[in-house]
């Protein structure tokens, strides 16, 4: 009997493998797994053994990771394997560069991390000419650190810095659990750049908010809508564009942000939820009632981008009107230091600010706006109420009282107890 698991067994004949253009490579449709709306794909090698028998061999699912490029390097292994042995005639293990350890990330990328294009503008920038030619094998803290230091010649932003050098990190990461490398990560020793004192200051006030919403919606209406979303979740701009219908819950008043098991989600280390006050809640009743309710809109509608650009597609970046309407206002007029400056990640930072303000837990906060560290969080720790003050103040209350009186009400509560306990007895 046949396997109805798709990762076991004959696949049905809906299912059966194809040729890819890649010699020994095929390719299979799961009538099971999903992956990205549409059915996900498997990737299987054939090849001969050293006694000449035939050899199938499944590599993995495209939702996994896995290319044709992949499996074909896999099969390719697997051949000179059969063939040689694990050894190589002249006694070395074979070995990788950091440009090849890079080819194979970058296809893993592709798939899995939205933020792959800035991954390819990083390699080629700043690390291609520096580690594209060594083996992994010979890449040693003291490159890495050569590396930090060109950067901060080149005055970039410790964030970018941050994010060259954890690049590094993860292509040797993924080398190491891909058996490519054996070495240990030369990322490990290297102290990255604090980013602490880069964080961006300015919050903005109710009136504040309340003039920015109000010159936004002069500009767009989307805009309006986008910003009041930031506004009033905390959500990151890519979250925002990346939102579907599906992803709505109008009855229960939530907000389904999807972690980074898909593809394309946001940072973090998992899904969350996010809670619409009343206002948002109003904002998607109206928005969703005013789409088109043919039967195949249906069908598609939970798919659908809820914000797109004129042109129907992703949105990428925030409208040029947001920069209008805060200039409208004069909010940055004679503000120099970027941290204070108003730009769109000042909603999320109004956010986080008025929950600490209103006493809300660092810990909540931490949970509502998808920080993957406390630490991310405790740049709100300043706002909070003083929990500490408020102690001692308490303590203070209790000190003032006459040490007499407070014996005094002790023998009052001790008589009232003693007498309810006997008439309890009566």
Known sequence: MKSSNPDEGECPQKNKRLRTNRTGVYVRESSLRRHLCKPDKCYDICYRLSSGRLK??????????????????????????????????????????????????????????????????????HLKDHLGHLMLSEISPFHVERIKGALGKQKLAPQTIKHILGLVREVFNKAILWGDFSGENPTKGVKFPSTAHTNRLRYLTRAEAGLLLQRVQVYSAQLYEICLLALHTGMRAGEIWNLRWADIDLKAGTIHILG???????????????????????????????????????????????????????IKSF?????????????????????????????????????????????????????????????????????????????????????????????????SRGDAEGAKNE
């Not at 098991?261 to 904002?283: C, F, N, Q, V």
């Not at 928005?287 to 509608?301: G, N, R, S, Y």
């Open 56 to 125: 199938w061999e499944k590599i993995g699912w495209i939702s996994e990771g896995y290319t044709s490029a992949m499996a074909s390097n896999i099969r390719g292994e697997r051949i000179r394997a059969a063939r040689h042995g694990d050894v190589l005639p002249d006694g070395k293990k074979k070995q990788m560069t950091f440009g090849q350890a890079w080819g194979r990330f970058y296809e893993w990328a592709e798939l899995n991390r939205r933020s792959h294009h800035d991954d390819a503008l990083r390699y080629n920038k």
């Open 319 to 415: 409208s040029g009107s947001f920069d209008l309407a805060v200039d409208d206002l004069k909010l940055n007029e004679g503000i120099k230091d970027r941290r204070h400056k108003v730009v769109p990640h000042t909603l999320r930072h109004t956010f986080g600010s008025w929950l600490a303000m209103a006493g809300v837990s660092l810990q909540t906060i931490k949970e509502m706006m998808g920080h993957s560290r406390i630490e991310q969080t405790e740049r709100y720790a300043h706002l909070c109420p003083d929990k500490k003050r408020q102690a001692v103040e308490i303590l203070e209350s209790m000190l003032a009282v006459p040490e007499s009186s407070a014996i005094g009400e002790m023998a009052t509560q001790e008589m």
């Open 260 to 314: 980074p098991d898909y593809a394309h989600g946001p940072k973090g280390e998992r899904s969350r939820l996010a809670h619409m006050t009343g206002e948002l809640i109003e904002l998607f009743k109206q928005k969703k009632a005013a789409l088109p309710v043919e039967k195949e809109t249906k069908a598609w509608l939970p798919y659908q981008r809820i914000f797109r650009d004129r042109f129907g597609r992703k």
